[in-house]
């Protein structure tokens, strides 16, 4: 009882430091061992959210692996962590994970996320017609920015697959859509960035370079605003692989 009660106490003051996730994850160790998992699957959850802003992913997975019998959106957090580290097979195996225990239908936001992360792996895999297999029968998603994401992917994979036309469409009513928002929130902003970075890299392909540099621009922008440079680097690889062919 006494241990218990120290593992409490001592949880109970390190979940104060609400900045720092190695603190908070020693927090939840603690209120794991005094029995309160509750608290624990918060701070777990808590710390692996701060270090998944981070970009500290490694510690962030550490943090959500901690947490017994994790929800949906814990999941999600866990399959996207795994894949900015490459583990993309472990990744699949998370999302797997979630469908066995969600429904599964087009009404189910769940369900649309998990395809959604699903197709952006074999996207990392190069698998761009598995993307487009996924992604086709939920493009008609009523949430307008999944909708917005969802065609910006199938864009993506309709560009590396050197279907230049259909790309082009798809990636212009994604952005109509980001666009008719009108909103500045990270969620809609990183779309916008990732629709932005299809659009121009198609509109090199068939020639419109002017046009492709004031969208690359664009994206740079917001993800500099957003400090992203995780995908910040993408685009500006993009760039620099244009330039360095000509």
Not at 31 to 42: C, H, I, L, Q, V
Not at 62 to 77: A, F, M, N, R, T
Not at 84 to 99: P, Q, W
Not at 133 to 150: H, S, T
Request: a positive charge; charged letters at 30%; aromatic letters at 8%.
């Amino acid at each position: 009882k006494e241990r218990t009660k120290l593992h409490n106490t001592i949880g109970g003051i390190l979940e104060l430091y609400e900045d720092n996730a190695t603190l908070l994850y020693d927090a939840a160790m603690h209120f794991t061992y005094a029995k309160k998992y509750e608290k624990s699957r918060e701070l777990f959850e808590k710390a692996g959210d701060l270090s998944k802003q981070q970009a500290n992913f490694r510690f962030a997975l550490k943090c959500y692996e901690g947490i017994k019998d994790p929800s949906p959106s814990v999941l999600l957090k866990k399959a996207w962590v795994l894949e900015m580290l490459s583990e993309y097979d472990k990744a699949t195996e998370v999302i797997n994970e979630l469908f066995k225990n969600i429904e599964k239908n087009e009404t189910n936001e769940t369900y649309i996320l998990g395809l959604t992360r699903l197709a952006s792996i074999k996207e990392k895999q190069g698998k761009f017609s598995t993307v487009l297999k996924i992604l086709k029968d939920i493009q008609n998603v009523r949430n307008p920015v999944l909708k917005a994401e969802i065609l910006g992917r199938i864009a993506w994979a309709q560009f590396r697959m050197s279907d230049y036309m259909e790309s082009l469409e798809n990636a212009r009513k994604a952005l109509a859509i980001i666009n008719r928002l009108n909103q500045t929130n990270s969620e809609v902003l990183i779309r916008k960035g990732l629709i932005l970075n299809a659009l121009a890299n198609v509109n090199i392909r068939i020639g419109e370079i002017d046009k492709a540099y004031i969208l690359f621009e664009e994206a740079i922008k917001i993800y500099r605003s957003l400090k992203d440079r995780d995908r910040l680097s993408k685009v500006l690889i993009n760039v620099s692989t244009y330039l360095m062919s000509k």
